[in-house]
């Protein structure tokens, strides 16, 4: 979804798209998933899943863009209001990426230590500035 939205002209950021997140990418996470399985004291482990960079939104959107060889995007701050209002009617919308739930942890922003998630890789997690394209350029998706 984000790919999609990285590669059109123009990004409508909720509230200028300036909170903090650290995305994971979803190959870290499933090889996190089957070394957790292969842990033995599986369940007893908590942790951050993230990324290794803490980016905003729209610094994520950019990174995106950047990878797919596009230029700069026109940035559409979306008021507050406007964006609760539509959170609003999301959570009637059974496939919406927008409900309150989502609203409300992205107004909190969404990073943490990744110290046990390296750990439980075994390498660091993969940034934003690679998911889509590799150092190689070999496009990851």
């Known amino acids: 979804m984000f790919r999609l939205q990285a590669s059109l002209p123009g990004h409508f950021l909720p509230m200028g798209g ?3 997140m650290q995305p994971v990418h979803i190959r870290d996470l499933a090889t996190a998933v089957a070394n957790w399985i292969a842990q033995p004291d599986a369940e007893n482990l908590r942790m951050n899943v993230v990324g290794s960079e803490v980016v905003t939104m ?3 959107l950019d990174s995106y863009r950047s990878q797919q060889d596009k230029g700069k995007a026109l940035h559409i701050p979306v008021p507050g209001l406007f964006v609760r209002m539509a959170a609003a ?8 990426p927008l409900c309150r739930e989502t609203l409300a942890m992205l107004e909190l922003g969404n990073t943490g230590d990744g110290n046990a998630f390296t750990e439980l890789l075994g390498r660091q997690a993969m940034g934003v500035s690679t998911f889509i394209k590799g150092i190689d350029g070999e496009d990851r998706e």
Do not use: L
């Open 58 to 60: 729209r610094s994520m």
């Open 89 to 96: 009617v999301g959570d009637y919308i059974p496939v919406s």
């Open 18 to 20: 300036m909170q903090e």
